[in-house]
């Protein structure tokens, strides 16, 4: 077996950094010899914009995509959420690690705003649009940057709370005793997943990584990207999508919203574990001809 030391790229911010090092401590534990390559990105360094105004998909991937195309690093550490549906020419999905948890929670400074009005902080479409159709009389303000800076500015501001994903918080040892579980909020596809990347001709890093796969993580979030996909969501769609496995069957959940958070087009579903092919995809098509075509063209619209 050829013995090179495996090239591991990621974002530097705090997180990103502890699933890296996750990765590189589970290669290690099965013999692999490792080392960590930091690589900042736009998405970290450019933070008085919006993301989708950025106008580039997966800007929080491209710095390490470019660093593996130019052979810096072997394979790359995400949080899956943030990776495109459609991964450059000559780089595969590796691994899916098993997923954390999945929900979104409020950190916020009392509750007793949710019966009035309110300031709710979130770079995220899909939040702003699923709180502003539970709470429409509140406002929603733009929130960037890693999760440390993210909460500092909540500190900062005179906002009522923030939106984070629980898996993130949890990760860094950063979730406070007091925050609310939205456990009415469908999640980002693949949120709570953690994904390794690799070159396709890498075929040493590609049998490594094998075995770190979870293979019911990653048959859900499988599902989610494909519904995702087929939206044509990219970042820059108010979507959610939750796929869970119980015994044999996948129990599948799939929102699309109005950017303003009005219009909300829902799919429900449940299929056998055996029968799952084309069934992201099916789902999307499903909410496309519930008006879904038409909100799409609305929020592209919007957001130009």
Same mark, same amino acid.
């Given at each position: ?10 974002? *530097? =911010? ?9 990765? &590189? ?15 900042? =990105? ?15 998909? /997966? ?14 690093? *072997?394979?790359?550490?995400?949080s899956m959420k943030d990776v495109p549906t459609a991964l450059p020419k000559g780089i595969v999905e590796a691994a899916v690690l098993e997923r954390?948890?999945?929900? !979104? ?6 509750? *007793?705003?949710? &019966? ?38 909540? &500190? ?26 939205? *456990? ?7 949120? /709570?997943a953690m994904l390794v990347v690799a070159k396709e001709e890498d075929t040493y890093c590609l049998e490594a990584l094998s075995n770190l796969d ?33 015994? !044999? ?13 009005? !219009? ?24 496309? =001809? ?15």
């Open positions: 077996m050829q013995n090179k030391t495996i090239r591991i790229g990621t974002r *530097d =911010s705090e997180l990103a950094l502890w699933q890296a090092h996750t990765v &590189q401590d589970k290669l290690n534990n099965l013999g692999y010899s490792t080392t960590l390559v930091p690589v900042k =990105s736009t998405g970290d360094i450019v933070l008085d914009k919006p993301l989708y105004e950025l106008g580039i998909i /997966g800007i929080f991937t491209k710095t390490l995509d470019i660093a593996m195309i130019n052979n810096d690093i *072997d394979i790359a550490v995400h954390a948890n999945v929900q !979104d929670i409020l950190i916020h400074k009392g509750l *007793d705003f949710l &019966q009035t009005q309110g300031i709710i902080a979130t770079g995220s479409l899909r939040r702003q649009a699923q709180w502003l159709h539970k709470y429409p009389e509140h406002s929603v303000v733009d929130l960037r940057g890693n999760v440390n800076t993210r909460m500092q500015k909540l &500190q900062n501001n005179d906002w009522n709370g923030a939106i984070f994903a629980a898996a993130g918080l949890e990760r860094i040892n950063l979730k406070p005793k007091d925050y609310l579980d939205l *456990d009415w909020m469908v999640p980002a596809p693949a949120q /709570g979870h293979i019911d993580s990653n048959t859900c979030v499988r599902i989610e990207r494909e519904f995702l996909r087929e939206l044509e969501g990219g970042c820059t769609a108010p979507i959610g999508a939750l796929a869970k496995i119980k015994e !044999d069957q996948v129990h599948f959940t799939g929102v699309l919203f109005s950017l303003d958070g009005k !219009d909300k087009i829902e799919i429900s579903k449940t299929i056998g574990l055996k029968d799952i092919k084309n069934f992201g995809k099916s789902c999307a098509q499903e909410v496309l =001809s519930k008006g879904g075509k038409e909100l799409m063209k609305k929020i592209k619209a919007d957001l130009k």
